[in-house]
């Protein structure tokens, strides 16, 4: 039986609760019909304006601070991309049969994003439920009119907003100490013998999950070789950079001694198992012969390297995937896998932040650098390290850090 298409304008329209879509820029996109009823205004009076020309502040109250809490609230939303409940807020509304009268209002706003394919926010979710009446009666009850319950309900609102600009500023020194130990720990002029390699590392923009995703580029003993890795760790800030900075090390020291990649994974594997935090990390490394002109690889539940042919030819190297490197109690062996290449060709590796995008299949994130790679891949290491950054990460910055090497081999 077919199913039977859901209206979902009109189930907007139906909500009991007060809804608004706003768009990036404050403005009423679309409001439901409980809302036009709670608020005493038409339609056509609020969609197409800005929020706060139709709802500023009580002018007659200076400790009205309704819009402006607010205003912060829908910033935030705007800038981490996650959902802000705010505490019940006096926020007067002037009567639309009588200008200039002003009628105490109490309300319980919830602002919610809807992201776009880009991870960017596209409309704000408004919701409000109005609890005047509630206050009220719990004035009447206990009493009085209800001017001691909305002194109470000031001092906890002010409380709870100070605790969240407390959060905040600690959140935002760990964020700039973390990044500093971030840059410390990754060299942005990696060494590898004459080979031109160009590093990037991108945070995040406008949240905390900073500080996972590592890079590494090492000589290796006998012959003409390189060893190239990128690592990601799920979590933020400072314990985040600290376990990044363990497997790095790790990593880095274990490719010098390992027979192959493989054997590298394994080892850091073992040593995942110990390190609090490194719970779920990924991996992926690759060992360049140089006089072989071989690329041999493995990776530990990352997202695969990429070998771009001199001749536009996207290679992924996918043949030698295995879990995240702490996955398995008793670990075993890891696959390898080995391709060839031809002087002049270039190898890419990454982390998710590139190419994963929320509710979008990974494979599109993938095709867009495929794209991106075989159509510039004459230009220079550091030329095409900045083209794909343009190419793939959203104007205004990534909701995940990035991490991207390209190697011109």
Request: with cysteine.
């Amino acid at each position: 039986m077919p199913e039977t298409p859901i209206d979902y304008a009109a189930v907007y329209q139906a909500l009991p609760g007060m809804v608004a879509l706003l768009t990036p820029d404050l403005v009423f996109a679309d409001v439901n019909e409980a809302f036009v009823r709670g608020s005493g205004r038409p339609r056509a009076d609020l969609v197409g304006r800005f929020l706060f020309d139709v709802f500023p502040d009580n002018p007659n109250d200076p400790a009205a601070r309704g819009a402006q809490n607010l205003r912060a609230s829908l910033l935030r939303v705007l800038s981490t991309g996650e959902r802000d409940t705010m505490a019940v807020q006096r926020y007067d509304v002037e009567s639309p049969e009588r200008p200039g009268e002003w009628e105490q209002r109490y309300w319980s706003p919830v602002n919610t994003p809807v992201l776009g394919p880009d991870g960017r926010v596209v409309l704000i979710v408004h919701r409000i439920e109005e609890v005047t009446e509630l206050i009220r009666a719990r004035g009447r009850a206990d009493g009085g009119d209800g001017r001691v319950l909305e002194v109470e309900l000031y001092a906890r609102a002010r409380e709870l907003q100070e605790l969240n600009n407390r959060l905040r500023q600690a959140h935002a020194r760990e964020r700039e100490v973390a990044l500093a130990l971030q840059e410390a720990m990754l060299p942005s002029r990696p060494q590898v013998g004459p080979h031109r390699a160009a590093v990037r590392y991108r945070p995040a923009v406008g949240a905390l999950n900073v500080c996972g995703d590592w890079y590494d580029l090492v000589d290796l003993v006998g012959g003409h070789r390189i060893g190239v890795s990128v690592g990601d760790v799920v979590g933020h800030g400072l314990a985040a950079a600290g376990v990044m900075g363990q497997l790095r090390s790790a990593l880095s020291a274990a490719s010098r001694v390992a027979d192959g990649p493989a054997q590298a994974l394994n080892v850091v594997g073992r040593y995942a198992h110990v390190v609090d935090g490194a719970e779920s990390a990924t991996a992926v490394t690759t060992f360049v012969d140089f006089d072989r002109r071989t690329i041999t690889y493995s990776s530990a539940g990352h997202p695969p390297p990429v070998l771009v042919h001199l001749d536009g030819r996207v290679e992924f190297l996918d043949r030698a995937t295995d879990p995240p490197l702490d996955a398995r109690p008793d670990p075993r062996p890891r696959p390898e896998a080995t391709t060839v290449f031809a002087p002049g060709a270039t190898l890419v590796l990454y982390t998710d932040g590139l190419v994963e995008r929320r509710r979008e299949d990974i494979d599109t994130g993938l095709l867009r650098l495929s794209e991106a790679l075989r159509r510039h891949r004459t230009q220079d290491p550091e030329t095409l390290a900045d083209t794909v950054l343009l190419a793939l990460l959203p104007p205004g910055g990534a909701t995940d850090d990035t991490a991207l090497v390209v190697v011109r081999l």
